[in-house]
């Protein structure tokens, strides 16, 4: 079956620290790959997305890279923010027609000034 | 552009009574899905739809139903309450590629007492 592991939290960070979250995946065939963030109190927003091996999400300093070999999604971001205080989770849309977005557990991020 | 209302944002209900959680999208999306985000737990799938007349299982629909009578609305019921239905419920939808992501509804908070 299809399913998405995140990398367990909470990772509390300085601020201008770097930024891993793990995530692998297993599927059928080559899903497409994303990350999404959920600010306190929000819903979800995406962040970035990869749709094939070797492409390189990125977005607000975030970037990912699609790792076939890996089956990998590894979020990282050079240099965090407190405004980047969040839970991220990664997610996969399995490459079948008529399916939906599966989803990791969610990864909680805090960065402390 | 309203993107995905979801309606109401609060809900108190006691165990065994029904509701019906609204879910409307102004997008044209023909994909439409259900969560539940529980702490811990991430987002779990209780069903999707891939267009008008068209709805599916996800991996957690027991206790819940829905229908897709028109492209914009989703709407998700309750048939009776329990309190392990306590969570926050996300709509999302997407059009029928990946290429753009899903969008999430801002959710709906319910307490089953």
């Known amino acids: 079956g299809n399913s998405v592991t995140q990398m367990e939290g909470p990772v509390t960070l300085s601020e201008e620290a770097f930024l891993t979250i793990n995530c692998t995946y297993t599927?059928?065939?080559?899903?497409?790959l994303f990350w999404y963030v959920q600010y306190p109190g929000e819903g979800l927003q995406l962040l970035l997305k990869?749709?094939?091996?070797?492409d390189k999400g990125s977005n607000k300093g975030f970037e990912a890279t699609y790792r076939k070999e890996t089956t990998s999604f590894h979020l990282e971001k050079g240099s965090v923010q407190v405004s980047d205080s969040a839970v991220y989770f990664c997610?996969?849309?399995?490459?079948?027609?008529?399916?939906?977005?599966?989803f990791g557990k969610g990864t909680t991020l805090s960065v402390s000034s | 552009n309203a993107g995905v209302t979801q309606t109401p944002k609060f809900q108190v209900l006691k165990t065994g009574q029904s509701m019906t959680l609204q879910c409307a999208q102004d997008?044209?999306?023909?994909?439409m899905s259900w969560y539940r985000q529980d702490p811990g737990m991430g987002l779990r799938l209780i069903h999707y739809?891939?267009?008008?007349?068209?709805?599916d299982q996800g991996e957690v629909p027991n206790g819940y139903n829905v229908s897709r009578s028109t492209t914009e609305d989703f709407p998700l019921r309750l048939l009776s309450a329990a309190p392990s239905q306590t969570s926050v419920y996300f709509c999302?939808?997407?059009?029928?590629?990946?290429?753009?992501?899903?969008?999430f509804g801002s959710g709906t908070r319910l307490t089953v007492v």
């Open positions: 739809s891939v267009g008008a007349g068209i709805t």
């Open positions: 599927a059928t065939g080559y899903p497409s």
């Open positions: 999302a939808s997407s059009y029928s590629t990946d290429n753009y992501g899903y969008t």
């Open positions: 990869a749709t094939k091996a070797d």
């Open positions: 997008m044209n999306h023909e994909y």
């Open positions: 997610a996969l849309l399995p490459r079948q027609a008529g399916t939906a977005l599966i």
